[in-house]
């Protein structure tokens, strides 16, 4: 009884589920976190505001965001639980995916992500190395900021935005792109290479929630990326 209902629910796309907000909804959060790029992208260097102050700033406007969705969705009945897909029952699925996002950031991040910016001679700009944490205190804000942007833009980008672009094109692959293609944008302060890096890099994870039907493995990726990487590149850098 219990493969004979599961089998319905595995075979449906994520494309045929329809909209899980209206479009006014999606153009104000496309509106929120394209237009926050945007402001990044002139600022100078990001030193308009202490690096403290920027972290808390992201922080409310991901978690702002997220909020926002979670209204939004709940009301066309969609759950946070949807969203996010997948479960850790057991630890054992825990340690799966690690694994998965270990393998994900060495296969995509490096192997796949690093051979792109060799070929566009891509090198990180002043805002990028000014954005990195100096201080103890920053470490744990970057830290913090790191666990929320795993949570946070994996749930905007591969859970929200690819749900609705894949029932705008009727197409999987078409919300797969355009969320990449989104995310790359949401990131103007660092060049227009590395935005095509990291375009790049938001469709292979939305390849990887596709996949497993489960934001849950590029939530890990993303915040042990964005945090351990964050903080060694602070060292390179120097």
Not at 189 to 208: N, S
Request: include cysteine; charge should be positive.
């Amino acid at each position: 009884m219990n493969s004979s209902q599961s089998i319905p629910h595995q075979s449906v796309p994520d494309s045929s589920r329809g909209a899980i907000a209206p479009a006014w909804h999606t153009a104000v959060v496309l509106f929120v976190m394209l237009g926050f790029s945007l402001l990044s992208a002139f600022a100078k260097d990001l030193t308009v505001l202490p690096r403290i102050f920027q972290y808390l700033l992201v922080l409310v406007v991901e978690w702002g965001v997220v909020a926002f969705i979670w209204r939004g969705v709940g009301r066309r009945g969609t759950r946070m639980a949807d969203l996010v897909g997948g479960s850790w029952a057991r630890p054992l699925a825990v340690l799966r995916d690690l694994g998965l996002a270990i393998a994900f950031i060495l296969v995509c991040g490096g192997a796949i992500l690093q051979g792109l910016g060799y070929l566009l001679k891509a090198t990180p700009n002043k805002a990028l190395h000014n954005i990195l944490p100096q201080s103890h205190a920053e470490i744990i804000l970057w830290l913090l900021m790191s666990l929320t942007a795993g949570f946070c833009e994996e749930v905007i980008f591969r859970g929200y935005l690819r749900r609705q672009f894949s029932a705008l094109t009727h197409s999987a692959a078409g919300g797969i792109v355009f969320q990449g293609i989104a995310f790359g944008l949401a990131h103007g302060y660092q060049g227009w290479k590395y935005m095509l890096m990291i375009a790049v890099y938001g469709i292979l994870f939305g390849l990887l929630a596709h996949w497993r039907r489960s934001l849950r493995p590029g939530m890990l990726a993303h915040a042990l990326q964005d945090g351990v990487l964050g903080i060694l590149a602070r060292h390179l850098m120097d």
